[in-house]
DNA sequence: GGAGATTATGTCAGCGACTGACATTCGGCA
DNA sequence: TGCCGAATGTCAGTCGCTGACATAATCTCC
């Protein structure tokens, strides 16, 4: 969310413009409704949080908000998808001397670090995206849209990838397991943030993340009747 | 009716017998559902097939239809269940000498043979899994759950290698990893079968699974600058 | 073989997510 | 100012899903 303000939307110097009040205002009502979904759903549960409440919490319609969110989970998943944009975003800038795996884990770790100092508190601060990212946890159609989201993140992953190494992704199965292989790593690592002892902040989950990573080589190697690192 | 076979109910021999009327009726309802199930999601799709319309064509309410199923979903999804729990079965028969990833490989391996021979047509065959795949992979509501189900094997997966191999998978991240690695790099494997030009039979699925594991290792390692294998 | 306890099923009423259609209001712009 | 299009509200309806209660089928045990 660091560099994200500045939201470039058609012309390219139609890009720091004021994007108009209709504009604004819708903005400002998509936050607000995100903002109310994410106390509610944290206060009450998921599944106890209707979505008139919602809408009503923001005085607008049911209606208007299905127009913002194709459905419930969507507005519940909103901040982790600007998360995961961003993410996308440090992966296109890294340098093209790195390996793929090191790209990878330099832009997630990148990513954390900037959202974490960023926004150190207030809604999409990290103690309250732990707090999601458990909500999610144990949600189980919240886990499910989650997990969609990140498989089609995934797909883009594939394509950066395959980009930026110059092949094709349908004749190179590379890309396609690394970026697989990526995702599920992470996500066994943000099991461990989630159901850990001590959620520390960004740099707690960064540490985390590099400790799963460096499990991968030990992990496929042959027997574990060594102890790992 | 049968009023003295000798029917021990609850003796522990009683494991392979004859499971009782009310039992196997209550299996042929729950068939039945699913089969008419699929036939009318692969025939109409997901989304446009009412649960109203399953349960009539098998003759019972909608009630009963969520008796047996928690949700649409699931119902849909119950073939590949079964399909996992083999596969389960099979990784906790691998002998010792086998390394993790081996016996993961060789697992999911012999599930795949044993259920294209076993099942060559009709519904849980080869041709119908595969188009339930595609199914699946093109309903965002089923993939979602698949996928969760998917996380949910990975947890027994990791259960049963810890276990195998001695040691806490609270302590030792290995597992874990390796789990998470072997099923994303199954997904891309069936990703690329729904996605693929020709899908033949089991093997071809087999020949897939192999090529994206080996994949792996070029994967991880450096720069792609040379061609794949 | 029948009385009584279990258990599967049906029926009914109701909530809540989501959608299409149409009316209304509000911002953008000539 | 006045028109156009976009955002919103209203309404009615469908469908997934659940709790409560009644009924009918199986099971158990005497």
Redesign the pocket.
Known sequence: MAAHTPRPTAAPEDAGRTP????R??QQ?RDALVQAAHELFLGQGFAR????EIASAV??????F???F????EAALAVMAEAEDYFIECLHHRPADETPLQALRASIIKAWRDLGNDKASGPGSITSALELMRLIEDTPTLLAAHLRRVTEQERIVVRVLAEREGLDPREDLRPTVLAAVFGSVLRAAHLSWTADREPEGPEGMIALIEQHFDQLGPALAGHWRTPAT
Chains 1, 2 share one sequence.
């Open positions: 108009g009040l209709r504009e205002k819708k009502t949080t209707t979505v008139d005085d607008v319609s049911q209606r208007t299905f127009r913002y194709a459905n419930k989970d």
